[in-house]
């Protein structure tokens, strides 16, 4: 068993076992962690900061747009690069409930705006498994820093994707709850009727820990639903024989579509020999139709675009953060603080959503992108009568070099085109890696299942798993 | 000849103990930023929740102008940037608003009229800016507090109307305790859009908003000035500009804000934070079965039960509390006139000149009706009367003991009386036989003598009447 492992290449069950046995202490975790953060950091550089913490606990990375009471937490941006919240977020309270500790605040995309990590206003950060390639966005941080061993586990957040496509890109499992599920309260709003927190863990079982961990109902939250949390763990102990699953034909004909970028040949092989296995488990495999996919993309730029330019719109230079003095009057003030403050990705989305919520526009964007979103929502509602859960690729290609598609945002926008439907439709959805790339780089199957059924995302995750090697491989770095 | 068509915005703060999305407290007069959270200043990351309290008070209005409350509500942005809005959004409601299609009935000249309201909707206050010196300080108190916005149609066809659907909107929100109304304060704002056209015309003139108006008057006033205003304009073959213009109360006059073309696009969508509300029949019902008497009910209860004028009830009625104070006066002195009375005159003075309620007056309804009493048994002058309501109110003494101390009791007993009259009548004879041969002011000179001998004490009129008859008895 993994006791010749290294502490930090466990998992954190594995970790919390050993704990339980007494046969090591936190602080032997502590050790280990620091040590291989101390020789991978550098190269990687997955983390904004560290935290200095004055008690002990388990350690887990949570990316930098989660508010922790006393620390800066800044998104990656420049416009919040001293901004101390002066509470926590409600995922940080239950954490320190259960007795965790923040190790650290990963690196992102600025306000999780990218696909890539690259559009951090401090530095990019780098995928473990190629120093060269993105370790994909936004939660681009906490994906390396679980990848590269440098953290046990870690809370991202998915408003598009940006848990499950960073998970894809470097071989971790990554969860973007139901919409409602986990509460929002303290994660500083990219799109707010799209986000959700989640875990990226180095396996399912993590996944369905942490999870429990951080869902159910919160007061403050009016979004998050009073539902009964499930047994997450305990759904992993039954088989996926005779579970229904539905495989949409939309998402292996992308190329053919809305000049929608195609399906990398290597990700198509390796979804599809997923799919084989888990016909081999017992699934019952068959093809269904979502026959608005090809419109996600177009109005996920609308709907997350114009939410953001609204939710963006309090980062003034007024309370909190970056204030540019120079200016003579209050317009000035505005305008110098969110000039420097943003970076360009920034400004790009926050134009595109004033633009599509204004005057004249607002019905031939903004309404009719709400309409086509239901539509998408229903596609699953429809299909989810007749399957328990849908089998995709997470995204269309793996991790991609680095800069290579910084000067073309349309391009990048399109590599979330398998993602980005979850969250119109507010279903859960869970990226797991499914097989390496010839150069070896790590490629992830996307599982949806109907809301609120996170029991069945994992149940067939983990079946999934413990039948492959993937989650066992390690990035030698 | 041009018609007025005039349609009110008003803004009414809700009387909730907390604020509209979170916990802290709505208090008025709280030192700068106490009164704040991450919520209400919109730090990054914090999320509203709905008062429930703060619904329940705009479903109660809103079932009181008789609107529609509607089965489906949400809430959605409203985007402007402004130094005093947190988010640079404000939390209001747009296209489905809490409530439709109502109306409230109000008197002019002895004509009744219903000014027809278009809806009510919830919203968020703003904090206050505080210019200083060369900067500006913002205090958030008052950021996220509840205000319900009740807009007429353009139906109001003078400043009087105006004044008498603010005054009577005022008196139901007062009612239903779901606001203070205090402008002074505040808490009631006023805005009002206004255009002129050609009687019998049925297109609307080109209309200008008004705001800045800090009391009713100040809303009649400036309603008043800009008819004048936009009259000249149209008389002289001039358009009216469609502009926003500020009431300025010194020079008494309208002054441009911005016009139309810098009017703001506020991007309204529907805010994500906050799911929408689904209102069941039986949930707008159990609200509307809950609703207090309203001022128009009561007035017309007040008449008939009590016997009192259309004046008096008016007066009585312009506060609940006056009128409760009234009923419990009237459970244990059941003379309706003599309170009603007493509560419109001497009682309304002191308030007036001590700037205070009725409620925190603090004299208790037996106190009052005791003073009354004395009154109407002529135990004491109404002179004397005023005088001991202004002494207890002074002091912690009772009005027993007031009466006594100032010694105002008034002589009633015929005896003691009796005999000061034979002791006037007596030292008088050329009057009494001035009076025999019919000059009736010298009963009165005989009168006053006898209140000189009593030292004012004895009652004049009860001393007339026995005056009269022992003059007739000579």
Known sequence: MPAEKPLYALTGLELLDLIKQKKIGIADILESQSLRTKAVEGKVKAFARFTDNTTSGIPIAVKDNICIQGQPTTCASKILENFIPPYDATVIQRLKNAGFIIQGQTNMDEFAFGSSCENSAFFPTRNPWNLDCVPGGSSGGSAAAVAGDEAVWALGSDTGGSIRQPASFCGVVGLKPTYGRVSRYGLIAFASSLDQIGPLTKDVRDNAYLTSIISGHDPRDSTSLNLPVGDYLKSLEKDIKGIKIGVPKEYFSLSANAGL????????????????????????????????????????????????????????????????????????????????????????????????????????????????????????????????????????????????????????????????????????????????????????????????????????????????????????? | MYETVIGLEVHAQLKTRTKAFCGCLNEFGAPANTRTCPVCLGFPGSLP???????????????????????????????????????????????????????????????????????????????????????????????GVPLLEIVTEPEIHSPDEAYEYLSELKAILKYLEVSDCDMEKGSLRCDANISLRLIGAEKLGTKTELKNMNSFKAVREALNYEIKRQTGILESGQRIIQETLLWDEVSAKTVAMRSKEEAMDYRYFTEPDLPGFVLTEEKIKAVKDNLPELPQALKQRFIRDYGLSDYDVEILAQEKRVADYFEACFKIYPQAKSISNWLIG?????????????????????????????????????????????????????????????????????????????????????????????????????????????????????????????????
């Open chain 2, 49 to 143: 929740v709905l008062n429930e309290m703060a619904f329940e008070h705009g479903m109660k209005a809103a079932l009181a102008l008789n609107c529609q409350i509607q089965n489906f509500t949400k809430f959605d942005r409203k985007h402007y940037f402004y130094p005093d809005l947190p988010k640079n959004y404000q939390i209001s409601q747009y296209d489905l608003p809490l409530a439709l299609d109502g109306g409230l009935k109000i008197k002019i000249k002895d004509r009744e009229k219903t000014i027809p309201v278009k809806r009510v909707h919830l919203e968020e206050d703003a904090g206050k800016l505080i210019h200083e010196g060369e900067g500006s300080l913002v205090d958030y108190n008052r950021a």
């Open chain 1, 261 to 477: 970028e195609g399906l990398d040949g290597e990700v198509k092989e390796a979804v599809e020999e997923a799919i084989a296995q888990l016909r081999k488990l017992g699934a019952v495999v068959s093809e269904v139709s979502l026959p608005h996919t090809e419109y996600a993309v177009g109005v996920y730029y609308i709907v997350a675009t114009a939410e953001a330019s609204s939710n963006l719109a309090r980062f003034d230079g007024v309370q909190y953060g970056l204030r540019v003095r120079s200016a003579d009057n209050l317009i000035a003030m505005y305008k110098k603080t969110r000039q420097a403050g943003f970076g360009p990705e920034a400004k790009r989305r926050i134009i595109l959503g004033t633009y599509v919520l204004s005057h004249g526009y607002y019905e031939a964007y903004y309404v009719r992108a709400l309409k086509v979103r239901a539509l998408i929502a229903r596609d699953f509602t429809e299909a989810f009568k007749e399957y328990d859960c849908i089998v995709t690729p997470t995204s269309p290609t793996t991790a991609f070099g680095l800069g290579e598609k910084l000067e073309n945002p349309l391009a990048m926008y399109l590599s979330d085109v398998y993602t980005i439907s979850a969250n119109l439709a507010g279903v859960p959805a869970i990226s797991v890696p499914c097989g390496f790339s010839k150069k070896g780089l790590p490629i992830g199957l996307q599982i949806t299942a109907k809301a609120f059924d996170e029991e069945m995302l994992f149940r067939t995750a983990y079946n999934y798993e413990q039948a492959t090697p993937w989650h066992k491989l390690k990035p030698k770095i």
């Open chain 2, 346 to 474: 001497p009682l309304s003075y002191e308030l007036n000149s001590r700037n205070l309620d009725i409620q925190s007056l603090g004299l208790k309804p037996p106190e009052l009706t005791t003073l009354i009493s004395f009154v109407d048994q002529d135990k004491i002058s109404n002179l004397s009367a005023k005088e001991v309501l202004t002494a207890r109110l002074n002091s912690k003494k009772t009005v027993e003991e007031i009466i006594q101390e100032k010694d105002l009791l008034q002589i009633c007993d015929s005896g003691e009386l009796s005999a000061i009259i034979d002791a006037v009548i007596s030292a008088n004879q050329k009057s009494v036989q001035d009076y025999s041969s019919g000059k009736a002011n010298a009963l009165m000179f005989l009168v006053g003598q006898v209140m000189r001998q009593s030292k004012g004490k004895a009652n004049p009129k009860v001393a007339q009447e026995m005056l009269k008859e022992k003059l007739t008895n000579v």
